[in-house]
C-alpha cells in the first residue's frame, strides 16, 4: 500500500525533577545540600530513511511519546537522560504543522534529521542551587515539560524525469522496459494507482537517472477527475516530464496539449519545466503509416524500439537543466 500522507502527535519526554538532599555523616545529621539534578526529557527526532519508502508505518502509529528523564538522587546522583525517539521517513518527505500548515523541515536527501520536538529540561537539585547569598537551598526544581506537537507529513517523491500520459499511454510498458521496476501492466485503464520509481542506467552502467510513473491524466484531473490529482505532486520535484500519448491518437499534439494544460491548472511551475514528447506503442503501425510530430520520438517498449534514442534525449535534457540551475 502507497501511503504519502500522515498526521502524528508527537510528545517529547518531560524532564526528570530534581533532588532535595542532604548529606548524612554519623553525629551530623544534616549535612550540605546534595541533591542532584533531573534527566533531560527524550527528543522526538525525524529522519529521512532509505530503508522506508512510503508513510505507511508512520501512519499507523498516531502518537509517538518520548520517555521522561529519571529524577534526581541524592549523593549528587543525577537522573538518566529520557531515550530519544527516531521516526524514519523517506526521502522527499515534508513536514508541516497541522495547525498553521507552516513548513518545519524539507527531507530532501537520506540522512536528513530534525528534531520535531525538544525534551524538557530537568529540574536543578539542591545542590545546584548553592550561591554565596544561598549556601542552603530549601528546595528543587521540577522538571520542565517536553514539547506536544500535532505534524502533517507530506511524501513527494524524488525523481529526476516524470512520465506523464492518460491511462494505458504506456507509460509503466516503458519504465519496466528501461529499468528492472516492475509496476502493475494489464491492458485496462488506471492500472497504476501507485507511483512507481525506476532507475535507468546509460553507457555501461556508469550514468543513471530516476523515472516517476504516475497514475495516468485525465481531462479535468486537476478538479480531481480520475487518480491523477493526489498523485501530481510526486512529479512536482521531477526536472524532466516525459509527456506519453499513444500512436492510437488521432491528434497526438492535441493530446500532449491537454496533457499540459492539466498540469499548468495544478501547478505552473511544473507545467513549466523541459519536456520530452514521445508517441508510444509504435508497433501498432506500419512506419510509412506512423505520422511523428516534429521534435517528437517514437518507442516500442514491447520491441524495445526507440528507447536508447529516448533515453538519450531524457539525458541531454537533464543535463542541460543541472547546467541552467
Not at 529522519?47 to 518520548?66: G, N, P
Not at 513549466?272 to 506503442?281: G, N, R, W
Request: some cysteine; glycine content about 12%.
Amino acid at each position: 500500500m502507497f501511503i504519502d500522507e500522515a498526521v502524528i502527535k508527537i510528545k517529547a519526554g518531560d524532564g526528570g525533577n530534581g533532588c532535595y538532599s542532604h548529606h548524612r555523616m554519623k553525629y551530623k545529621p544534616r549535612g550540605k545540600p546534595d541533591g542532584g539534578n533531573g534527566g533531560r526529557g527524550g527528543n522526538i527526532i525525524i529522519e529521512a530513511s532509505q530503508h522506508v519508502h512510503t508513510l505507511q508505518d508512520v501512519s499507523y502509529h498516531h502518537l509517538y511519546k518520548a520517555e521522561r528523564g529519571q529524577h534526581g538522587k541524592g549523593s549528587d546522583k543525577y537522573g538518566k537522560h529520557g531515550s530519544d525517539i527516531i521516526i524514519p521517513v523517506p526521502a522527499g518527505t515534508l513536514l508541516l504543522d497541522d495547525a498553521t500548515q507552516q513548513l518545519l523541515f524539507d527531507f530532501v536527501s537520506v540522512g536528513d534529521r530534525f528534531v520535531a520536538a525538544l525534551g524538557g529540561r530537568g529540574g536543578r537539585g539542591n545542590a545546584a542551587l548553592i550561591t554565596r547569598n544561598n549556601p542552603n537551598p530549601q528546595h528543587a526544581e521540577y522538571g520542565k515539560p517536553g514539547e506536544e506537537k500535532t505534524l502533517r507529513l507530506n511524501l513527494k517523491v524524488l525523481a529526476d524525469v516524470g512520465l506523464v500520459g492518460r491511462p494505458n499511454a504506456g507509460k509503466s510498458t516503458f519504465l519496466s522496459a528501461v529499468s528492472k521496476a516492475h509496476p502493475k501492466i494489464a491492458d485496462y485503464p488506471f492500472t497504476t494507482t501507485q507511483p512507481n520509481l525506476g532507475i535507468v542506467k546509460l553507457h555501461d552502467q556508469y550514468e543513471s537517472f530516476v523515472v516517476a510513473d504516475i497514475p495516468g491524466l485525465i481531462e479535468g484531473s486537476h478538479e480531481g477527475k480520475g487518480l491523477g490529482i493526489r498523485f501530481l505532486k510526486h512529479i512536482e520535484r521531477t526536472r524532466v516530464l516525459a509527456i506519453m500519448v499513444e500512436s492510437l491518437a488521432e491528434d497526438p499534439e492535441a493530446e500532449a496539449t491537454l496533457l499540459i494544460n492539466e498540469l499548468k491548472q495544478y501547478s505552473p511551475i511544473l507545467a513549466a519545466k523541459p519536456k520530452c514528447f514521445i508517441l508510444t506503442k509504435s508497433d501498432l503501425f506500419l512506419a510509412e503509416e506512423q505520422q511523428l510530430p516534429t521534435g517528437w520520438f517514437s518507442i516500442s517498449s514491447v520491441q524495445k524500439e526507440g528507447l536508447k534514442e529516448t533515453l538519450s534525449q531524457l539525458k541531454n535534457l537533464l543535463d542541460t537543466s543541472d547546467s541552467s540551475e
